[in-house]
């Protein structure tokens, strides 16, 4: 399978440059800023692995190992955080008299925890179990730490971000509607309503074209494998049955899933607020501009029940996806559209803002 890797790899880097090129922080000087850090990290390694390899540690295998790790989560992680601060520059700025959010970076700490527990099992496991098994949790336990350092690293500056953006944003709104228990029991259920009748359950048709499309992908890299017949067939209908596995585990929790949105919308503050970093509303907080969120456009359906839909196209590193945001627009405060609109064409120029509507 070693052909699958380097497809896989190129489509995660051709998807990412797509990303960044469609987004409104996107910029030539910003872009030669990231392959010049690229470029760094490979001279980086590369000078690093000569050191090493004409040393003394070049005799010891655990040595090389570990020295190999180590390296790998410190300049994966030193990486990360150059590239989110080329790309990200702008941190809100918060009033000194402001409360300070810790939402999102409380949610990193906790899988920074869980992190360090999945480890600390992993080296119990290591030294407890006999020689025959100990590499499999060692193994298991590198490969996590390998990933997860620069992806900790990434997730905590992103997190500390949208903090300090949502902390801004309940100092200094621009606009800040709350709403009565009732209005807010009704818009759960209205929301509720929406998000199921936009559900898209999978068909077996799609499930099956999705497998098809994988056995093909498997079947060609085991082309290039070397093993035998038997063996490759083995190997394809494994990885086509564990896709099969995940496909069905991801539409069960898409189908349970609207339950508890309900529930944590019903728990939400009933409150919505608009401000120069972004929005918060339904328990949830929206940056105007990141790189990996971003608004597209706002809307105000004049259908009832009165409300804004504003459209945030979301990019994680591999896919991207248009996500809309519902905001009920409470009694007495339809004179803040045109306030609203003014705000977002000034800080958000590549989105479509039409919250008023057109003069007769």
């Not at 790189?291 to 994680?316: C, M």
């Amino acid at each position: 399978m070693q052909i699958v890797l380097p497809l896989i790899a190129i489509l995660i880097i051709f998807r990412a440059w797509r990303g960044w090129r469609r987004s409104p922080l996107y910029s030539p000087k910003i872009t030669l800023q990231v392959v010049g850090v690229c470029l760094l990290i490979v001279a980086v390694w590369v000078a690093l692995s000569r050191g090493v390899l004409s040393g003394p540690l070049s005799h010891s295998p655990v040595a090389l190992g570990i020295l190999a790790a180590v390296a790998i989560i410190a300049i994966g992680t030193g990486a990360t955080g150059l590239i989110i601060r080329i790309t990200d520059r702008h941190v809100a700025q918060v009033p000194p008299s402001a409360h300070l959010v810790t939402i999102h970076r409380r949610k990193v700490q906790r899988w920074f925890w869980r992190t360090v527990v999945y480890l600390l099992i992993n080296a119990a496991a290591a030294l407890l179990l006999p020689s025959s098994w100990k590499l499999l949790p060692a193994a298991l336990g590198g490969f996590v730490l390998l990933m997860c350092g620069p992806m900790l690293m990434g997730f905590y500056m992103r997190a500390r971000r949208l903090d300090l953006g949502m902390s801004a944003v309940i100092a200094a709104p621009w606009a800040h509607w709350q709403y009565t228990p009732a209005q807010w029991e009704s818009w759960a259920e209205n929301q509720l309503a929406w998000e199921r009748s936009k559900a898209k359950p999978m068909t077996w048709r799609a499930l099956l074209s999705a497998v098809l499309v994988c056995g093909v992908i498997f079947a060609f890299g085991a082309l290039f494998d070397g093993a035998g017949f038997r063996e490759n067939v083995v190997t394809v209908a494994g990885l086509s049955a564990f896709v099969v596995l995940i496909l069905m585990a991801a539409n069960w929790s898409g189908r349970t899933n609207y339950g508890r949105r309900y529930r944590r919308l019903l728990a939400a503050p009933p409150e919505s607020w608009f401000g120069d970093e972004g929005l918060f509303c339904n328990g949830e907080y929206s940056p105007w501009t990141l790189s990996g969120a971003y608004l597209l456009e706002a809307t105000a359906p004049r259908d009832p029940p009165a409300r804004l839909v504003l459209v945030f196209q979301t990019f994680n590193g591999t896919s991207s996806a248009q996500v809309a945001r519902r905001v009920l627009i409470p009694e007495g405060h339809e004179s803040d559209l045109a306030l609203l609109q003014q705000k977002l064409r000034e800080c958000c120029r590549t989105a479509s803002v039409h919250l008023l509507a057109p003069a007769a």
